[in-house]
């Protein structure tokens, strides 16, 4: 009887630490919906709710301080139908492109100068991100002067070294407001990248640079065979979130030209605040937001893909 009922006891034993087991799991569960309802209600606030806002507002004809009606897809149709709209599509992709790759470049040489051992690499490293750290507005007003006609330190440089013989109108003219949005984003967007590559750079081991030395490899192909392959997950990461930030840019071509000379260099973020805002037609600025939804999602799917696709191989 007593070996009876040891061995009922000893079967029970396991039963009641599955329930103590479950009951402790379902205080998991409740504990991590609890530490997670902070960011669910932040990003409901911040993100969700101006998202499917921004869709109601597009799909009906709401001004400011009129609610309006369900109107569909017109909003849109009129937006495509707007030649300045199509200027800030073609504005927007090339600003996107040519900065991102001048910034790719740039920054990873730098990153590359950065990882070598000197005097004073500490002090340099926090240096170059001094572009990065000040706010986007004030730097972005100091180049404002610098682009100045009147004023301009480049103007009196250039002039001073011989190479022009009147005064530009940097942000004056289309084809150079253009250009100078671009050098002030590139300006700016740098540090990012060659920290950021930067700090790629020192996972990979040394020993590897030195084997493929050994072998005889010049500089040019260890970096294509070995620095490169290792970098790139880092560097698709960094493009994506770059991409992102500069399809979306609003700060510093806002302050620079305001869209400007004759809406030569209006982007998305720009040209939807000029009418959402500037003229009141919420609904046509909502649309004009709504439209870099599509080429962004395409544009994050197609790198996320990638991304995957190598950190697979």
């Known amino acids: ?85 199509r200027t800030a599509v073609w504005n927007t992709c090339w600003y996107t492109f040519i900065t991102t790759v001048v910034k790719l470049v740039l920054g990873l040489w730098l990153a590359q100068l950065l990882n070598r051992n000197f005097k004073g690499k500490a002090l340099t490293r926090a240096f170059i ?22 004023f301009s330190v480049l103007n009196w440089l250039f002039w001073q070294m011989g190479f022009i013989t009147k005064r530009i109108n940097w942000l004056g003219e289309p ?65 994506l979130f770059s991409v992102i930030q500069t399809f979306a840019d609003f700060q510093l071509v806002y302050v620079l030209t305001g869209g400007g000379p004759a809406n030569a260099t209006h982007l998305f973020a720009t040209y939807a605040y000029q009418i959402g805002v500037g003229t009141g037609l919420l609904s046509e600025g909502a649309a004009i937001s709504l439209a870099i939804f599509p080429v962004l999602f395409v544009v994050v799917l197609l790198q996320l893909l990638y991304i995957r696709r190598v950190e697979t191989r």
């Open 175 to 239: 084809d150079l407001a253009f250009f100078s949005i671009i050098v002030v984003n590139v300006w700016r967007g740098v540090p990012f990248y060659a920290i950021s590559l930067l700090a790629g750079l020192q996972t990979i081991s040394p020993e590897l640079q030195e084997a493929a030395a050994i072998d005889g490899a010049n500089g040019w192909q260890r970096f294509r065979h070995i620095t490169w392959p290792l970098l790139l997950p880092v560097t698709m990461v960094v493009t």
């Open 129 to 150: 991100l001094l572009p990065f750290i000040i706010p986007t507005v004030l730097s972005t007003f100091a180049w404002k002067w610098m682009f100045d006609p009147t």
């Open 1 to 85: 009887m007593a070996t009876a009922s040891t061995t009922i006891s000893n079967s029970a034993m396991p039963e009641g630490r599955v329930h103590k087991k479950a009951g402790l799991l379902e205080d998991e569960r409740w504990l991590a919906a609890a530490l997670l309802l902070p960011t669910a209600i932040l990003l409901g606030l911040f993100i969700a709710y101006p998202f499917f806002e921004g869709i109601r507002l597009a799909l009906t004809d709401s001004r400011v301080g009129v609610p309006g009606h369900f109107v569909g897809l017109k909003n849109f149709e009129k937006v495509w139908n707007d030649s300045i709209f």
